[in-house]
Each structure stands twice: as C-alpha cells, then as structure tokens.
C-alpha cells in the first residue's frame, strides 16, 4: 500500500468508518455535472440496495468501477463499467463531461467514455441516478439516454431484458449476459447468454461461439430445462416480429438476481424473510460430464488417453505456462482436451487467468512447499473406436451405438438385470457397515441416526483434513488413505446429557455463530460446547474452518479444541472449558478490571504474543488469524491467555508473504488499514490487532473509547500516541493497576511496542519474533515508533458520541473457508 499523508489517512478512516452507517452525501444517489465520484466515494439508491463505487477483486491492484448488490453476505458485484479497462490505481474518478458524457479517469490521463454507443447530449441538465432496481441510468431531464440495464456484464436482475430488439430494421441490439474469464477478472470470459437468434423460443448457452447449452422451449410459465423454482420467481417470455427478449420478477420483499459464472453455469439466486435459496444450472463441462438436460453433444477428440480429466493435488514433473489474461480454466480445459499428449492442466495465475499444461508425468512425491491442485487426465476411461461405432449422446468420455436389433433386445434384459444385483449388493454393504457403525461406537462415537448429508459433510472434513496433511508435511502414508485422518466425534446425546439438553441454567454467552454452553461429560471432564444457529447464515464454513484448521495445532496458548458432534442440521464444536471467559469481560469491566493486577496483565499479553508467534512461525500450519480481539482472547483459572476462534483463519504456505481478499471480515478497530481498504492481510495484519490490544489492556478502554483533549474527539490509538509524543506516556495507564505496577520502565516498553504493533505501514511494524523479544527484557531496545493509523473525527458536541462500542464492526463472527494461498 503506498504511503500517504497524514490528512490522507484520517479522510480515509473517516469515509471507511461513515460508510457503515451514515449517507456521504446530501445527493447520494445521483451524480451530476458538478460533482464526482472519486476512488473511496459512492452513489447509494435511495433504499440502500445497490452502491455504485470502484473496487478490487483482491488478486491485484486493478480498479474497476461497478454497482454492488448489498443485501448480500459477499460482496456481490452485478454491473462493471469498465470490464476490459482496469485501473491501475486508486486515483479512479467519475464524472459527466461538459458533452453530457459519463467518463471514468485516473492521474494517468487514463479516459473511459462509459456510454460510448450513444451519441452525447450536449445538454447541462444531465445526471446519472442510481436507482434502487439496480439501474444507473444517464439522462437529460426526463429523457433517458443511456442506462445499465442495455450493457449488462454476467448478471441480470429482476425487470432487466435479456434478447433481441428492432428486429424489423435489419440491425437488431442484442443484449445478452458475458461471463467473467474468472472469478478474479470481471474481462469478458468464455461464455455467453442469451436468446436464440433463430427464434426457437428459448435461452441458450455459447463457448467461444460454439452453442453449449440451451433452456429447452417456452411453455407459457418456465423453459422446459430449467428447475423447478420457487414460485415467486414470475418469468415472461415475448417472442414477436419485432423483439424477442426474456424477463423476470420477483416480490416487492425479495432480492434476487441470475449470474453466468465464469465456468458457463447459470446461478439463480433469490432472497426473503427465510434467508436465501440458491439453484444451479446447466452443470456442462468440458471434462466428458455432460449432466444437465440442455447440454449440446461435443466433438469428442480421438485421445486413448480419454477426454475426461479429475481434480487432484501432488506434483507434476513440469509444466509449460500460456500466459494470457484472456483465457480461463474452461479455456485451458479445452485445449488440452484437444491435444492428446497433455497429461494435466491449470490456471498460470493465481486470480485464474492464463493456463499451464505438462505433458509429463505425475510425480509420486509430495512436496509439501510446492503441492498444488490442477486437472490430470483420467486415462482408464479411454474412447473407443471402430468401425462399427459412431459418437453420439454421452454420459461420459462416448458411447457406442449398436447396429444390430438383436444385441438391443438382449442389453434391454441384461442390463436392467445387472442394474438390479449391484442396487442389491450396495445396500447390503451399506447395512453392514451401518450395523458396524452401532456396534463401534462408544461415548465419543457418532451417534447411531447419521444422515447422508452427516455423512458427506464428515467425508468433506476429512478430505480437507487430509489436504492440510499435504500442506504440512504429514506422512506419505495417511495421504494414500490407509490412515483415517483425526476427526474427534461426540454423538449427540452424550452432548445433550452433558449440557442438561442445552438448558438455559448452563448457556455461558451468545455470539453470531451461535450459543456456547458448559458441559460435563460423564467422567467428570468440564467442557464448552459451540453450537451452530440455524439462522447463522455463515457458521457452517467457521464450523468446517476451526475443525479442520485448530485440530492441528497445539500450543498451551491456544485454546483446545476436544471434538466436534455431527447430527443431521446440528453442528456441534466441544472445547476445553474454561472458567474465567473472554478477556474483554474482564477488562471492561469496573469491577472485574479490578482483579487484572499488573502481573497478570503482563502474563496474558506475553501469552497472546507467544501464541502468535507459534501461529506465524513455528506451528505445523503457518496461519494468520484475521480476526484477534480481546472477546477472542480466552483465560483459564489461572488467567493465563489463550487464543480462539479460528474460523477466520487462512493458510500462508512458505514462500508467501501476503495475500489478499474480497471478503474483508473482522472487526474493525482492531484491522490494519492495508486489510479495512485494500484486502491486503499478512503476518503484520495479525501484529496490527495485537498492538491495539496491548493498549487495551494497558489503558483498560476500549478501542474505540472516546477521549476529550481540548475540546478535540479522538480514539485510544490518536490518544495513546499524543500522551507518547508529549512525554506523557504514564497517563495512559489504567488507574486499577497503578498500585501493583513497580516499574514504569516496563509499562513505557509496553506502550512503545504497542504503537510499533500499529504503525500505518505494515513493513514499518515488528514481526511476532521481535515482539517477544522487546516484550523480553531490556536486551532488545524497541525503535521510537512514527505517527500510528488512526483517525481524527471532529465533534461539536460530545454527547452526539455514540456509545455503542461495536459500532464500527463489520461482523464479529464473520467466517472464509479454509485455503492454502
């Protein structure tokens, strides 16, 4: 990130920190001639649905100006005005020129005339409004003359027109969904959707030109392929001599939209008071998995080798890269379907452009630094070829087609015939493993009633659980299967018996996740029990997350995590007990604050630094956690600190230094400026919290406490770096340890390590190695710390302060799944 000033930096936290709550404009929803949009502004429609600002997909620093869908967990992007042309900087700006056109700029002279297909108005009453339908339409006075809605990217919304227009003037407008080349570059992908131009009423689906898929006809209510929806969906269907176009609607109170996804499925989603439904289709793809009604036959090539490839991990001897931002993993698929020497392929750049292919073979060593995923050709299911067989319809690599009418009659008796003893032979095999299953388990087995979609999710777990394995070294043994990888299991009623079935008297707290309970199993263990909401729209992917990523690690800094119980829609995580709760139940409080003497406090930050030091440094898992707080700090009887919720975390393989991300989760307070605006998180995001936490526990506030300095509002971070610039340092100490703290010597280490901790440039901050050694003892003298991040906000009255102290959270369990990066 680069450096900026410093009245740089406090607008930036300004903006980022109103964005939450407040309009940033008295026009919010409207731009004209005598304003702009700039990189860290927005258009907001008037009900908060939809947000016109740049962004970035977090796989580089392209800049793209595009409409937000925000009644959406993700950060949904339904329109990019600039798909081909990115940005290279922050310094994007959008205006209406004096020619009444909407144009996108940067400091690099960069110039994109957004509605280029139209002729410009030359009129000095034009604006652009964001309307709550999605639609950012250019118009002067009543007289629309461009709009969103004619120049859609891979989504289309409720009210949107889908197909062909003026057909009667011999040069129709088109207007049809383009898919991504990847989820990380909005450019023109592979896939396009739209209405048959030959008028055969119905949808269709083309690869690079090369019709793909399509809907099936019309019947009055639906295309005969598509599923069998919720009923709120209205779909209309207007075919004529003039226009041919599909659209659809939804209730006032539902959200909705379809999305062509860079792989050439079609997602349609739809929202309301019961949370969000989802239904896929077609599920075509180029590796010979022809399931959806609707998928057009390909050529298939005349490989031995097959043209079907599986997704695996290892290693292959070489691989020959295609860079080309262009292209995408479909597009890789099919060239090396094509040519029959290609062994295996894979996107050459991390956002999934660009392709590689190796023609060697596979190696049998696992490398745990250098393992990765890619598509390998399957070779046991080779074409066949003859002269007595031709392609046709497949479920598969081919199919051959029998001449003779005799050996039909005989496939239509054997077949079904066979069909039925391997049904018969896979449900006794499947009884006799259940009836093993019961006769196994014990207390800390699964329970008896497992569901099959129990059942896949334990498969999954281990899966993954497995690929972990591969990441950090674990023996070739357990990765050939022969090993069953560590999945501690409770069944449930050994969990309802322990928590007295959930009662109220043993519920310990509530957080978005879910209710946490204290257990006591039978032999008299005391245990915590994490129990995943029905209505968590997240908690699954924190749920799969923690029990995959903490079972690995150990460390007596880090809370313990004893097993987990899986029973049909219950998901269960059971921890280490631990009596005295979060950190920041003490710390906040008046009189609890009063038994953090400074001993203690000392122990608990240097347990936090230790444990994060074995997180980023020694631990099997190199792992950044992303969302430390003082709730996620946990303490034993003894107050000694210990680390949790891990549902956030990500892995960093070796040779990595950072990542990033479109999915910004945590608490902000505690994130690093890098991470709150770029996605940009690394080890020093993780240094970052720490810091703030340490001037937590230091002062006994909280981060976003207000503090009054002649008439001047500002935060702890602005306030605890005036009291050390003015030589004031001790002021900042908190009044209930003043007594028990000997040394003001090691209270001013501490501050100045804290405010290292949060410097607003990341390389300018200490690793958790340095940290404990400046935390150690006077061997190491810590540097004089710069300016930290903060921001300034200014207030006339100090009463109109919120005292809310989660007000500037984005959601404090909000969760990612677990990845190798």
């Not at 019961?438 to 896949?456: A, F, L, N, Y």
């Not at 039978?522 to 915590?528: L, R, V």
């Not at 953090?596 to 074995?614: F, P, S, V």
């Amino acid at each position: 990130m680069r450096r900026t000033s410093s009245n740089m930096v406090v607008l930036l936290f300004l903006v980022f920190l109103w964005l939450l709550h407040f309009k940033l404009s008295s026009a919010e929803d409207t731009l004209t001639p005598a304003n702009s949009i700039r990189d860290w502004d927005f258009l907001e429609s008037p009900n908060k649905l939809f947000r016109l600002r740049f962004f970035n997909l977090g796989y580089s620093g392209d800049r793209y100006l595009g409409i937000q869908y925000m009644n959406y967990s993700d950060m949904k992007i339904v329109w990019v005005a600039n798909q081909e042309n990115p940005l290279n900087d922050t310094s994007g700006i959008l205006n209406i020129t004096k020619d009444g056109n909407l144009v996108i700029g940067d400091s690099h002279g960069t110039s994109i005339t957004i509605n280029s297909q139209t002729p410009p108005s030359m009129s000095s009453n034009t604006s652009a409004i964001l309307l709550d339908s999605g639609n950012f339409i250019l118009k002067a006075g009543e007289q629309i003359l461009w709009q969103s809605f004619d120049h859609p990217s891979d989504t289309i919304l409720p009210g949107m027109k889908l197909g062909m227009f003026g057909l009667k003037l011999g040069q129709p407008q088109k207007i049809f969904l383009t898919s991504w080349v990847s989820p990380g570059v909005p450019a023109s992908g592979a896939f396009t959707l739209g209405i048959d131009p030959n008028n055969t009423d119905q949808l269709s689906v083309w690869q690079r030109g090369s019709l793909y898929w399509h809907s099936g006809k019309w019947n009055g209510q639906n295309f005969s392929y598509f599923p069998d929806i919720d009923a709120s969906y209205k779909f209309r269907y207007i075919s004529n001599e003039n226009e041919s176009y599909y659209t659809y609607s939804v209730p006032a109170n539902y959200n909705s939209w379809i999305e062509l996804n860079s792989s050439g499925e079609i997602h349609m989603f739809l929202g309301g008071n019961y949370g969000w439904s989802l239904w896929n289709l077609p599920t075509c793809d180029a590796n010979g998995n022809y399931k959806s009604k609707g998928c057009i036959d390909q050529k298939l090539s005349k490989c031995s080798s097959g043209d079907q490839f599986l997704l695996t991990s290892g290693l292959m001897n070489s691989w020959e890269s295609l860079p080309n931002r262009s292209i995408g993993l479909n597009d890789c698929a099919e060239i090396c379907r094509k040519e029959c020497s290609c062994k295996a392929y894979a996107s050459a750049e991390s956002d999934g452009t660009g392709c590689k292919f190796s023609y060697g073979q596979k190696s049998d060593e696992i490398d745990r630094y250098f393992a990765e995923f890619f598509y390998f050709r399957n070779s046991t299911n080779s074409t066949m070829e003859g002269k007595n067989s031709t392609h046709t319809k497949k479920s598969g690599p081919s199919i051959i087609k029998e001449k003779p009418k005799k050996r039909q009659l005989w496939v239509s008796i054997v077949v079904p015939l066979i069909s039925l003893i391997v049904v018969g032979l896979v449900f006794c095999a499947l009884c006799y493993f259940k009836l093993l299953r019961c006769c196994s388990r014990g207390k800390r087995g699964i329970s008896g009633d497992v569901t099959m979609s129990t059942e896949v999710l334990i498969r999954e777990l281990k899966t993954s659980m497995a690929s972990i394995d591969v990441l950090s070294g674990t023996n070739k043994q357990k990765l050939n299967g022969k090993h069953d990888h560590e999945l501690p299991l409770f069944n449930f009623p050994t969990i309802e018996t322990a928590t007295r079935y959930f009662s109220c008297e043993n519920k310990l707290g509530q957080g978005g996740y879910g209710p946490v309970y204290k257990g006591t199993l039978a032999d008299g263990q005391e245990i915590a029990v994490k129990r995943l909401s029905t209505r968590s729209g997240q908690g699954l992917e924190e749920f799969k997350n923690e029990v995959m990523l903490i079972s690995k690690l150990q460390h007596r800094n880090l809370v313990r995590l004893l097993g987990c119980c899986i029973k049909g829609e219950e998901k269960i995580l059971v921890y280490e007990y631990l009596p005295n709760k979060s950190l920041d139940s003490f710390l906040f409080d008046a009189t609890k604050q009063l038994l953090l003497d400074w001993r203690k406090r000392t122990n608990i930050i240097e347990g936090i630094a230790q444990g994060l030091l074995y997180l980023h440094k020694y631990s099997r898992l190199r792992i950044i956690h992303r969302d430390l707080k003082t709730s996620n700090i946990l303490l034993d009887k003894n107050m000694n600190s210990k680390i949790s919720d891990f549902g956030t975390a990500k892995i960093f393989g070796d040779n990595e230094s950072r990542a990033s991300t479109i999915r910004i989760v945590g608490t902000y307070g505690y994130m690093s400026p890098e991470y709150a605006m770029d996605g940009l998180f690394s080890e020093k995001s993780d240094v970052f919290s720490f810091g703030v936490m340490v001037l937590e526990i230091l002062s006994g506030k909280k981060h976003s406490a207000c503090f009054d300095q002649t008439n001047e509002y500002m935060r702890l971070l602005e306030y605890a770096w005036n009291l050390w610039k003015d030589g004031r340092c001790l002021e900042l100490m908190d009044p209930s340890v003043r007594e028990t703290c000997n040394s003001t010597d090691e209270f001013i280490r501490r501050a100045q390590v804290a405010l290292l901790c949060v410097q607003e440039v990341a390389a300018d901050r200490p690793n958790m190695a340095d940290v404990v050694s400046m935390l150690g003892g006077d061997a190491v003298t810590p540097p004089h710390p710069k300016q930290p991040a903060f921001s300034i906000l200014k207030r006339a009255d100090k009463h109109n302060m919120s005292d809310n102290p989660e007000a500037y959270t984005v959601n404090d369990v909000s969760f990612s799944g677990i990845g190798a990066r």
